[in-house]
């Protein structure tokens, strides 16, 4: 059937659907389907609901937009152009896919501003919007008084089958309910089709009732393709209820218009192909070539930068109300906003001497973080379910909970995946706020994806994970990391510390903090920790450093981190005694230090001291790269056992005679 004639809001929905395919179709490359067939709920919400300025894309107030679906960027990417955003011209449609180009496969906020999280790994998305609504809701219970709401706005999410399928959106979801956040509108795009085919092949469940059972407000829009009028007034529906989150059931045709492959999974993954785009064209009336838009459209969605822009102004002179009436919550929330940390917000780390109580780095880690939310406003965060065991509690502070959005402390329950993206999506929220998320280090195996994607979002998270090897103990090699240390150093842009100490433990928090760009992961230990006399904050920021040093050129040069640190300072003076000139070097992060200049690297490992022992409870693998052939590692290559820790450590040679013992092996 060929379309005589068009509305305007056809005609701009079209539009979407052929940026996308036109793009899809240069780039050899893409996924058509889903912006064909979510366009209509897309521009609805755009044209009708979403406030944002194009030009400001970082309006503290504006709506947040998450495309959890990400596959379907062009979608966005078409949505960006469309309304105005500078970081989208059409040129860069033109470059979907390709070098550089600010059009990425999958949506990226550190590539395209305006978009709001990374999206690719399904699930992740409508989690991280999660993260959103529960900071527009700590921010409004904390900021907004009767008469000014400075923080007021929404988070849309547009999911898909796949994201419902991945548990991650479950658990997230679940939370979401629990915690009743009514400013979260979930767009469900329900065209029953993934990359196998149809979705009955593995998911038939009732995702409607199942929402329900979350506390969820729950609808359905039967004919998502054409009904607009259904969509808007779901929406706005969505956004009268205030006591729970919404999700919107829109039930399309992915590849909508396309009249061989719509309905199919051939349309989901891949271009259309010329023939078919022809045809496409046809079917839905599109009388203009690739990547031509039509003047009214473009006039109509280019309407979207003086809304913007009045929206925009609206807010600043109801902030300037707001400061005259209230500076010191004002003076506060900009300072939070604007990413400024308070002056001398470091001084409340401590730091120990040697005759100071030994404690395990995990219970430093928990003074650390009391100290630090008396002077950090945007610290916030807490634990999947093991907040006592863990120490993350905010000793001053409430449960973040329906009715108490203000407080602080987070409990997420054993929901380890989930905590891992709302933290990011906290951060994300660009509003100075300071996840932090806490679980065993050995539960990071569940939370990886969202480890990764808070690097690779550039994200200040900070991942508080305890019980760091087999000196657990008793709980046995289910709960003991052994590679998870190592496998954690592998991924990029993550800072991956392990503190020896309490004053090391401060150094870790006072990096942690102080990066802006990328996540810190704190490897904590359950056992305590004696204080050592030559560790300092100013050595942990240059990832490794001598607390112990000999006369003249060491024989053997100790490396520890963590809790077998103190092994290799009690060694070198049993060494000492043996005539022995042993170095100590601390070394508790390994991306820090790689960072150091040439000279300042020579200086703590020098390359004519070739015997070397590193000394770590878990996986020797990459070790090598700091001990070379004449030097060893101690550390663990098996599973651990069930046992006490002091057993388990002694049993796998961490003592101080064995380190002495393998230093002087090495020396013959």
Request: hydrophobic share 40%.
């Amino acid at each position: 059937m060929v379309v005589a004639s068009q509305s305007l809001e056809e005609l701009c929905i079209n539009a979407v659907r052929f940026l996308a395919v036109d793009a899809v179709e240069k780039a050899k490359s893409g996924h058509p389907g889903l912006p064909m067939g979510a366009a209509p709920m897309a521009f609805v919400l755009w044209d009708q609901f979403l406030r944002f300025n194009p030009k400001n894309p970082q309006w503290v107030n504006r709506d947040r937009f998450v495309l959890s679906a990400g596959h379907g960027c062009m979608l966005q990417y078409a949505l960006m152009y469309l309304t105005g955003y500078d970081s989208v011209p059409l040129e860069e449609i033109k470059q979907f896919r390709q070098w550089k180009s600010k059009t990425p496969g999958h949506p990226e906020n550190f590539v395209t501003e305006g978009v709001e999280v990374t999206t690719g790994p399904l699930g992740q998305g409508i989690a991280n919007g999660v993260g959103l609504a529960l900071a527009e809701a700590h921010l409004a219970a904390r900021f907004n008084k009767p008469d000014a709401k400075i923080i007021d706005h929404y988070t849309y999410v547009i999911l898909g089958d796949g994201c419902n399928m991945e548990g991650i959106s479950g658990e997230a979801c679940s939370l979401a309910g629990h915690w009743g956040l009514g400013k979260l509108i979930a767009l469900y795009d329900d065209n029953h089709i993934s990359i196998d085919g149809s979705t009955d092949i593995a998911f038939t469940e009732d995702v409607s009732k199942r929402f329900e059972a979350y506390g969820w407000h729950v609808q359905h829009v039967e004919n998502g393709n054409t009904d607009l009028d259904a969509i808007a007034n779901a929406i706005a529906a969505a956004k009268a209820v205030t006591d729970k989150p919404s999700m919107i059931k829109i039930t399309t045709t992915i590849g909508y218009g396309s009249p061989n492959k719509s309905n199919t999974a051939d349309v989901h993954g891949a271009a259309l192909g010329a023939t078919e785009i022809e045809l496409t064209r046809k079917e839905l009336g599109w009388q203009y070539e690739p990547f031509v838009v039509p003047d009214e459209v473009l006039n109509r969605f280019r309407q979207a930068v003086d809304k913007g822009a009045t929206a925009e102004t609206d807010w600043n002179k109801l902030f300037n109300e707001y400061q005259a009436k209230y500076p010191a919550e004002a003076a506060l929330f900009e300072q939070l906003t604007t990413g400024q940390l308070p002056e001398g917000w470091e001084q409340a780390l401590p730091v120990y001497k040697p005759e100071d109580k030994a404690l395990a780095s995990r219970k430093h880690s928990e003074i650390c973080l009391n100290a630090l939310a008396g002077v950090l406003p945007g610290l916030i965060g807490g634990s999947a379910d093991l907040t006592h065991s863990n120490y993350t509690e905010l000793e001053h502070f409430g449960n973040f909970q329906k009715g108490s959005y203000q407080e602080r402390n987070v409990h997420f329950g054993v929901r380890e995946h989930a905590m891992g993206a709302i933290c990011n999506g906290i951060a994300l929220h660009n509003t100075g706020l300071i996840p932090y998320g806490a679980t065993f280090l050995i539960f990071t195996d569940y939370m990886r994806n969202s480890i990764r994607l808070s690097a690779l979002s550039e994200t200040r998270v900070i991942w508080v994970m305890t019980h760091d090897s087999i000196a657990l103990g008793e709980d046995g090699p289910t709960h003991q990391p052994v590679e998870h240390v190592a496998s954690l150093r592998a991924i990029p842009n993550l800072l991956v510390m392990r503190p020896g100490d309490g004053t090391e433990t401060s150094g870790a928090y006072k990096v942690a903090v102080s990066e802006k760009k990328r996540p810190t992961l704190l490897a904590l230990s359950r056992q305590n920790l004696p204080n050592l006399a030559g560790t300092s904050l100013e050595g942990v920021a240059k990832g490794a450093y001598i607390i112990t040093d000999c006369e003249g050129t060491p024989d053997v040069i100790l490396i520890g981190t963590g809790g077998e640190l103190y092994l290799c300072d009690k060694a070198a003076a049993v060494l000492k005694e043996a005539g022995i000139k042993a170095r100590v070097v601390s070394m508790p992060c390994w991306e820090l230090f790689e960072e150091q200049s040439a000279e300042y690297k020579e200086s703590v490992l020098p390359k004519a001291v070739k015997k070397r022992l590193a000394v770590e409870a878990g996986s020797t693998m990459g070790w090598h790269r700091y001990i070379t052939d004449e030097g060893d590692v101690l550390g663990v290559d098996t599973f651990g056992a069930s046992a006490p820790g002091g057993v388990i450590l002694e049993k796998f040679g961490f003592t101080v005679d064995n380190v002495v013992a393998k230093a002087k092996a090495l020396l013959g």
